[in-house]
């Protein structure tokens, strides 16, 4: 097949849909974003700014949107729970999809999603976005060349940090399983995925203990209000509405538009006058001990895979920084991985010998540069020479099914508090 420009619709034009619409018209030699479909007028109208899309193409309905094919590909950025209905009807359209993680928290819908994309034999690429990222891949590489002898154990963490959980899983749109999915689904099956990636194997049992042990009701300070903006606490409250959104905001030099603080609003630039009036009136004020969340803040995974490895995962609200750390444990040697936006992202120690440094500069030349260690922009590559058929996939639907299973097993096993076997179809 020739090259060609792919053209390209979006819907859900959120955080994420925009993510990959910038990547993408940054690219005009190779994609171009025709239609664009969101239930919210003012995101519609962002986006079409931004991305050049023609009035007529845009779509606040997703029924008029899936009325016909608009593109060859349909990037799907909407919520969790939407993902899987609107991908069966654009493959059947005869899209090519660009899926958010997670597909689904529901197993039969994994199933139902791996059938259709058979059937219609279209590419259907999930965002795991670290798997494209270069320096979680040097980690692989590692592994691969034996060079710590056989991996015996994975440590991980998943360092979400304080604002993060407050901003995204305790006022914002993840917070509830029932609106997205468990964290340990919609935060982590990033690290599942890639911790079944780095073990080799399929996962085999799963036990998890986990909980929401401090953004509730109970933690909240006596006599305080329900949002921040006129609680006596505002200045010295770490989770304060006016620490996150405006000291913080202030600290990065006051963008214009820039996550998270571009959540409060769709009124940009950004200004203190319009993060303070947003959240004073709006869901981003709520005080985090007395908000409709439910999914927890501190969880803990142990996975034995088929080979033998085992491998935990921890994900915690209560950490300072944020990203992931992970530690590899092999016969002959450890690996250190610091993804976590540190220089020096991989220390291979091998027994006996002396420690090798591998920093993100000698890795990618110039950095990454991109979000999620560069992977948002390379899979935004891959999925285009994909299409054209000039690359193999790094990652399957049916391995990103495998993750989501892991997640969907480490659920049950926190809430029976019973090890839970995975039955691989
Ligand atoms: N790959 C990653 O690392 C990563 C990071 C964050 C979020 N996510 C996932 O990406 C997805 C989107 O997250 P987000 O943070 O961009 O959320 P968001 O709320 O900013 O965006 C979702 C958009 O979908 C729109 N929408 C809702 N229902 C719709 C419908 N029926 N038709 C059209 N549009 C509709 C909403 O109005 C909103 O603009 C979620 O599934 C989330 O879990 C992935």
């Not at 401090?214 to 903006?229: I, M």
Request: charged share 25%.
């Amino acid at each position: 097949m020739d090259k060609k420009i792919l053209t390209v619709a979006i819907i859900g034009c959120g955080g994420r849909g925009k993510v990959y619409g910038n990547y993408m018209s940054k690219q005009p030699d190779k994609f171009k974003v025709v239609a664009l479909c969101d239930v919210v007028q003012a995101k519609l109208n962002y986006s079409a700014n931004i991305f050049s899309v023609e009035k007529e193409n845009c779509f606040l309905d997703e029924k008029e949107f899936f009325k016909e094919k608009r593109a060859d590909l349909l990037v799907i950025s909407t919520h969790d729970r939407q993902h899987v209905r609107q991908a069966k009807i654009a493959l059947k359209l005869g899209y090519h999809i660009l899926l958010e993680k997670p597909i689904s928290p529901n197993e039969d819908e994994l199933h139902e999603l791996l059938a259709e994309q058979r059937k219609y034999d279209k590419v259907v690429l999930v965002c795991h976005v670290l798997r494209y990222s270069p320096t979680f891949n040097k980690v692989k590489e590692l592994l691969d060349s034996g060079v710590i002898g056989d991996l015996r154990l994975i440590e991980s963490i998943e360092q979400v940090s304080w604002w993060h959980q407050a901003h995204s899983f305790v006022r914002g749109n993840s917070r509830n399983e029932a609106l997205q999915s468990s964290m340990i689904m919609q935060k982590c099956c990033h690290d599942l995925d890639l911790i079944q990636n780095y073990a080799g194997a399929k996962c085999k049992s799963v036990y998890s203990i986990g909980d929401l042990s401090y953004f509730n009701k109970e933690h909240k300070p006596e006599n305080t209000p329900d949002n921040c903006g006129t609680c006596r606490l505002k200045l010295t409250c770490p989770y304060s509405a006016e620490y996150s959104y405006i000291t913080r905001w202030k600290e990065k030099g006051s963008p214009e538009n820039q996550w998270p603080f571009n959540f409060l609003t769709n009124d940009y630039p950004l200004t203190e006058e319009k993060l303070r009036h947003a959240y004073e009136n709006g869901p981003y004020g709520r005080c985090v001990f007395s908000c409709d969340n439910d999914v927890v803040d501190n969880q803990h995974v142990s996975m034995l895979f088929e080979n033998g490895v085992k491998a935990t995962l921890t994900m915690t609200a209560f950490t300072a920084g944020h990203g992931r750390i992970m530690t590899f444990h092999g016969t002959l040697g450890e690996i250190k991985f610091y993804g976590d936006d540190r220089p020096d992202a991989v220390h291979l120690l091998v027994f006996g010998k002396e420690p090798i440094v591998f920093n993100v500069d000698d890795i990618v030349s110039g950095g990454t540069g991109y979000d999620h260690g560069g992977g948002d922009f390379m899979l935004c590559q891959q999925l285009y020479d994909m299409i054209n058929g000039n690359a193999q996939a790094t990652t399957s639907l049916e391995a990103s099914i495998e993750s989501h299973l892991i997640a969907i097993a480490a659920e049950k096993s926190r809430k029976t508090g019973k090890v839970v076997e995975i039955t691989h179809k």
